[in-house]
């Protein structure tokens, strides 16, 4: 393999001819004359601690090296205290996390940064990670980084948060299983990667945080009966189609724990195209838009967008045009990580501001 000093594991086939040829200068198992008990077995060795992500088997063993995908991966490596660990780092959307510009220096490439196209295969094995964490199921397939399994069989791990497990190793976006997109998928997904990284205890210490964050969240919304209809919209590279987040993602349950509800429910899945007659007939209350891609984007990313919006005049009857509720975000905030309990306290207080 380029770039890879690991030494080769001799196959199956070298190992029984090794058996039988005594030029191979390994111990040769005679068996027992008969009448004359066999020596008892070694105790087999116990099986390495594992734990279960998107259905593949991850040895808890700390890794030394990490290679980490998209701006949730990144973050929670950082977050979780591993960022000295991170050899090498691909898609930043937005401005990252404090955790992360502490230690994070891609202009002297350190790590080793790929900000805009998916680095090859060779690129990141040269790296030798022993670990890939990734936030969406994208690094895994043959465009990525190859399939979970192969990388296993490179001596590579790999961790992938579950709201994006793909239906088989090495499908797609377009092939997700039916996943876990709670707040629980989220704290589950953090302290399983905190386990893997040799850090529990942070990771408890960082679900507590974002438990408390929720929790007082949701305290204040009790009883609210009306519910808003949240349209979360983008245009990503800043020209051609509206996207719009749907069902079955991080966006949704912000919605709905913030107190609102989906306007595009027919919608599943998040970047789906919509028309500007699309979001005209959906009539949301709100419009959240979160700005994307690149590491000096932050919510100012939106400005463009939501000016555009707010000066059509084919959408200045549309309610969260017409009474000024239309509010930046990122597309960090909105995709599982680390951020989604503050993503939902900000969110929270656009929809029910009386609460707050």
Known sequence: ??????????????????????????????????????????????????????????????????????????????????GDRVVGAAYLDNVPIPEVTAQFRP???????????YPSREEVLRLEPDLVVSG??????????????????????????RQYCPSADGAGQASLAVN???????????????RLLGAPDRAQALVERMRATVDGTRA????????????????????GELRVFGTGDMATTLIEAAGGVQAFPELDGRQRRISL???ISARPDVIVVPACCGADIGP?????????????????????????????????????????ADALATLARHLHPERF
């Open 1 to 82: 393999m380029p770039g890879s000093s690991r030494p080769l594991r001799p196959t199956a086939a070298l190992l029984a001819g090794c058996a039988l040829l005594a030029g191979c200068g390994g111990p040769v198992e005679v068996p027992a004359p008969a009448g004359v008990p066999a020596p008892a077995a070694a105790p087999a060795t116990p099986p390495a601690a594992t734990l279960i992500n998107c259905g593949v088997n991850v040895p808890l063993t700390p890794p030394t090296k990490i290679f980490a995908a998209f701006q949730n991966g990144i973050e929670a490596v950082y977050a979780l205290g591993a």
């Open 107 to 117: 202009q002297e490439q350190r790590p080793v940064y790929f900000p805009d196209e």
């Open 136 to 161: 969406f199921t994208g690094a895994f397939t043959r465009e990525g980084l190859g399939s979970r399994a192969e990388l296993a069989g490179a001596g590579t791990g790999s961790f992938l948060f």
């Open 180 to 194: 876990d997109v709670s707040f629980d998928g989220v704290y589950a997904d953090l302290t399983d990667l905190g």
């Open 220 to 239: 204040r919304l009790d009883g609210v009966t009306t519910r808003p209809r949240v349209a979360m919209v983008n245009r990503p590279g800043g020209a």
């Open 277 to 279: 007659e699309g979001l």
């Open 300 to 340: 100012e990313g939106a400005r463009e967008l939501i000016d555009e919006l707010r000066t059509d005049p084919a959408l200045a009857q549309v309610p969260a045009v017409r009474d000024g509720r239309v509010y930046p975000s990122t597309f960090a905030e909105v995709t599982p990580g680390v951020r989604n």
